[in-house]
Every structure is written in C-alpha cells, then in structure tokens.
C-alpha cells in the first residue's frame, strides 16, 4: 500500500510540476504568449476572437492546476480540469497540425487519466487535511 501512495504522490507531482512550470514561464510575457499562440493559429479554422482570450487563460490555468496538484489541494477537480486543458490543446494543436506537439499532449493527458484512477492513493495531500 505505501508503494501505491508513493506511487501516486510521485505521479501528482510530476504533472503538477509540468502543469506549473508551463504556466510559470508564460505567466511573465503574457503578451508574448498570446501573439505567438494567435499567430500560430491566423491559418486555422479557430477565429482569434476564440484564440486570444485562450492564449491568456492557459497559462493562468496551467499554473494554477500544477500549483494545486503539488500541494494536493482539490485534487480530483484538478486532475479533471488538466484533462480538459490537455483535451482543449490537443483539438487546437490537430488544427494547426503540428504533430510535433501532439505527443507530449497526449502523454500529459494520459498522466492525468492515469492518476485519476488512482485517486485513492492520493494520500500526502492537503485534501485529507480537508476531510478530517
């Protein structure tokens, strides 16, 4: 049982550390950010009045989903919003076709699936202060 939970804090951080790292490096040149991700999408069927405004909320919910992960806090509901971040980036990616991209998306949404379904081993975490 303690292998399982090592296990899976082991997994909790690495995704969170991934998900805050992302979104700690954007978070700075926002602005750069944005217009790199609008420019990468001026030849996709996405109009930037639907680019842009993502381009500003991804880093802000990457940080914050890898920031809950490590501490452990709303775990189950950042698993799930990560997933759907990846699930929204792997759809945007698929229309720019750039494949290249696309397989870490993928990984980084199996890690969240996968540590979903371990969720019961998500033992060293602020939540179980939450419970008690």
Do not use: C
Not at 67 to 78: A, K, M, P, V, W
């Amino acid at each position: 049982m303690i292998n399982n939970t090592v296990s899976f804090l082991i997994l909790r951080l690495a995704i969170g550390a991934s998900m805050f790292g992302h979104g700690l490096v954007r978070l700075p040149k926002l602005d750069k950010f944005s217009g790199w991700m609008v420019k990468s999408f001026e030849n996709s069927m996405l109009p930037t009045s639907l680019v842009m405004p993502f381009s500003y909320v991804l880093p802000i919910a990457e940080f914050l989903i890898g920031l809950l992960l490590i501490i452990g806090l709303f775990t189950r509901q950042s698993l799930i919003a990560g997933s759907i971040v990846m699930i929204l980036l792997i759809l945007g990616t698929t229309l720019i076709e750039n494949w290249e991209a696309l397989v870490s998306q993928l990984i980084h949404a199996a890690f969240f699936a996968l540590a979903l379904s371990y969720i019961t081993y998500n033992s060293y975490a602020l939540d179980n202060l939450l419970k008690k």
